[in-house]
């Protein structure tokens, strides 16, 4: 495809339009984001004698919604360096300038009128080819391009975003009948590999794909909650974590997103989707009618299913709805044997075979909304896709679920739930128990899951030819899971070696939360011997929710509170050592970070050939949290790199400086971009991955490019300058101010100190050249003699209980 996209225009600056602008400039486009011109001066305008045609006014709508998005947290920007990236303007004095844009994105208010005024002028300026999409969330888009050119309708569709569109993957694609192809194709290729989404072509019908169905899942749970005498509190509890959706749950996204926006979009289906069998569960219960009048929307008015209240010790309380008195009352505890049954369960396919058997309130739950919810979205199909896992697509994309309805529907196994469904109680509008004919026939021609692996590809039930198909754009993405079972070379209990095929292999933790142990320092160095005997490169990733939240700190606590040092110190050691082989090996090491990459997945991170990270990477060394400095590498790595950066003789203060306060501030990256700006990154050693689901494809290509190009295995370095008593001092007094001013505490105090020590390479009389073992002795002295202070077992206990840092 022979378009390139190096500028868009975004028309309409609120909640979606700012934030879709600030996700562009991500990418490294060029945007322009426009909005109207206010009609009237504030009274602060007045007061300054400006007039409606001052630029500050005439900007000035476009201007504080881009400030508003830009303050939110967590934020639509990877860096506060690319809001330079972001032109201003209106509609009336910029319109013209999407003549030089190559795609232009509407984001007005959901009004099919004001959309096709929008587009009338879009029409009047933009250049032939030129993209042209809207972000609606339901209007119908053929109905958008009435009166337009040939030209215009030949390039323009949907494209709808979800919010935050910086964080959440879907992005739906809604042709019309006149939309070309390439195109489509075109976008739905630029959607997956530079703007990071899940892309999932729908059909032109009531709220696509994605709210079609999501909308109709929350809308049922809202009649379930009163049918089954349930309250809010145990709705969330439910339909939670354990049942393979978000934290928030059902009610308590609600309350984020809005009620007024989840009411619009049921509203809006049960006036455009007559002849949906289901379209009662779409008509808003009582309670929720009262609730949208008393403007209880949620977030946006403090107030919806949840309320935070404060108590009579001024502590914040969460209170929930009472649905039957519209009260707000304390949070009760919920306890379930289904839920309890469901912990220890890490695969979600064997989890929802077992909650689907719970016999308490949970269990009956979670039958009363699947059952319908398979058999509403098997009735969807071809209405609202052809192809059913583009539905399963916008659910995990969309709305944060685990496994989409026919994934939950395969693990439970397809046939024998058929008899269930029919056999459930019907609770809800449209239920009848009977499947789609489709899935009966898949069934009678002997083919019994949705799914199936061949190969390490996923395939999915085409129902058209009844046979299975690769999934569209799959077809080289690695993914362990589909292929664990048969390029597994090794394993112990917190690792797995891969054959990533082409002399790559993968070294993939499994532990929980892909915490560093004894196991995963084992598995590491395991697969550095096989690579460098066997093959030609490692990469270190695996498909976990994080990366690795570093050591293990309840192995360190239960050492040290033991006052095992010895055995600590070994285990310290085996850690440094791993990080200097992973640097220092005869093979190429790619490491592939994605979210959470703390403490020790930052520092083998630090010390890998290169770095193949996910755009949405948290990394961050976090030990100072705990009472320790970073002891695998870390501070040693830090030290060299500000050596690194020395220009020629001269030793400057300010660079150690920077260094210093990014591991005693524990700062952790809010994306890839500020990772490689906090340090932790090297310019021409590390790349982004816009897309999760190709960073190990891409790890793999980059070590295959290494090992391609010659790759020379390094010598250990002797030549780090470090400043010695010189800069101590100035740490020192630092650190003494800092106490003095009650800004930290006594250990945080201890704690910098020795940080500063390490750095600046110990009680050294002048600055010296140093090696890497002389730094990497200090950081383990130095982690080894904050490891025995008290106040640092209180830390690591505290954390271990609480999950949070602790300030003594």
Known sequence: MNRNIKKVAVLGSGVMGSRIACHFANIGV???????????????????????????????????????????????????????????????????????????????????????????????????????????SGIPIHLMTEGRSDDFKAHFCGTHFFNPPRYLELLEIIPTKDTDQEVIDFLIHFGDTMLGKTVVLCKDTPAFIGNRIGVYSMLALTHLVEQMGLSVEEIDKYTGPAMGHPKSATFRTADVVGLDTLVNVANGLVQNAPNDEAKAVFTLPEYLNKMVANKWLGEKTKQGFYKKEKDAQGNTVILSLDLKTLEYKEQQKIKSATLEATKPIEDIRKRMKVYEKGTDKAGILFRAMHYPLFEYVANRVPEITDDFYRIDDAMRAGFGWEIGPFQVWDALGVRETIAKIEAEEKRLPGQTGVVAPWVHEM????????????????????IKSKTYKAIPGTEDLIVLDHIRANKTIWKNSGVTITDLGDGIINCEFHTKMNTIGGDVI?????????????????????????????????????????????????????????????????????????????GGGCEFSMHADFVQLHAETYMGLVEFGVGVIPGGGGSKEFALRASDEFKADQIT?????????????????????????LGYLQPGKYAVTMNRK????????????????????????????????????????????????????????????????????????????????????????????????????????????????LRN
């Open 30 to 136: 060029e945007v322009l984001l426009l909005d109207i011109a206010p009609r009237e001066l504030l009274p602060a305008e007045e007061a300054k004698g400006l007039s409606l045609q001052h630029p500050a006014v005439r900007n000035r709508i476009v201007n504080s919604s881009l400030e508003n998005a830009l303050k939110t947290n967590p934020s639509p920007i990877y860096s506060k360096s690319y809001i330079s990236r972001i032109k201003t303007g209106n509609f009336e004095d910029n319109m013209k300038d999407i003549a030089h844009y190559d795609w232009v994105i509407e984001v007005v208010v959901e009004r099919l009128e004001i959309k096709q005024s929008v587009f009338e002028q879009v029409e009047q300026h933009r250049k032939a080819g030129t993209l042209i999409t809207s972000n609606t």
């Open 443 to 462: 069934l009678d021609a002997g083919n019994e899951s949705f799914y199936k692996i061949v190969d390490g590809v996923q395939h999915y039930y085409d």
């Open 653 to 677: 203060q300010n660079t150690l400086r920077d260094r210093f306060l990014t591991v005693g501030q524990a700062k952790v990256s809010t994306s890839a971009v500020e990772a490689a700006e």
């Open 694 to 805: 190709r960073l190990l494809l891409d790890a793999k290509n980059k070590a295959l490019a290494l090992a391609n190009a010659g790759y020379v295995q390094p010598a250990p370095r002797n030549n780090i300058k470090v400043l010695g008593n010189q800069g101590l001092g100035i740490v020192y007094v630092g650190a003494s101010s800092m106490r003095a001013g009650n800004y930290i505490s006594d250990h945080d105090k201890k704690i910098s100190e020795k940080l500063g020590w390490v750095l600046c390479g110990g009680n050294l009389s002048a600055p010296t050249e140093v090696s890497e073992q002389y730094l990497l002795d200090l950081e383990r002295k130095a982690f080894l003699e904050l490891a025995a202070e008290r106040k640092t077992l209180e830390r690591i206990q505290h954390m271990l209980t609480k999950g949070k840092p």
């Open 522 to 598: 084992q598995g590491i160095n395991k697969a550095i011997d096989l690579a460098e005997k066997e093959y030609r490169g490692l990469v270190i990733s695996n498909d976990g929710k994080n990366f690795s939240a570093g050591a293990n700190i309840g192995m360190i606590f239960m050492m040290a509170a033991e006052q095992d040092y010895e055995e600590l110190n070994i285990a310290i050691r085996m850690f440094q050592n791993t990080s200097m082989r992973i640097r220092y090996s005869a093979i190429p090491v790619v490491v592939a970070p994605f979210q959470l990459a703390l």
